[in-house]
Nanobody, 116 residues
């Protein structure tokens, strides 16, 4: 059974940092592209960052470039999202996604709230 378990969310002040983690199990992690999405109330789910399985090549939404960094540890079956210089508009539920060909799996999400 595929499982993706996110952690690391919480309440942070503007300008602060958080590190999200997503631990994967039930599939060959190193074969899958891993992505972080987010969904704010009343808004569509959007891709925040992604990382390729083999090359480690990364991609980011324009809104987070230079502030967020995605990384993966294929030994620990974990993908991370380091978020710096957080803004109120980054407030959302952040979801981990594993994707390969036609297969796409999701975690339950972790809430990130940026507020003073």
């Amino acid at each position: 059974e595929v499982q993706l378990v996110e952690s690391g969310g919480g309440l942070v002040q503007p300008g602060g940092s958080l590190r999200l983690s997503c631990v994967a199990s039930g599939f060959t992690f190193s074969n899958y592209a891993m992505n972080w999405y987010r969904q704010a109330p009343g808004k569509e789910r959007e891709l925040v960052a992604g990382i390729d399985p083999a090359s480690g090549r990364t991609n980011y939404a324009d809104s987070v470039k230079g502030r967020f960094t995605i990384s993966r540890d294929n030994v620990k079956n974990t993908v991370y999202l380091q978020m710096n210089s957080l803004r109120p508009e980054d407030t959302a539920v952040y979801l981990c996604n594993a994707k390969r060909l036609w297969v796409s799996s999701w975690g339950q999400g972790t809430q990130v709230t940026v507020s003073s």
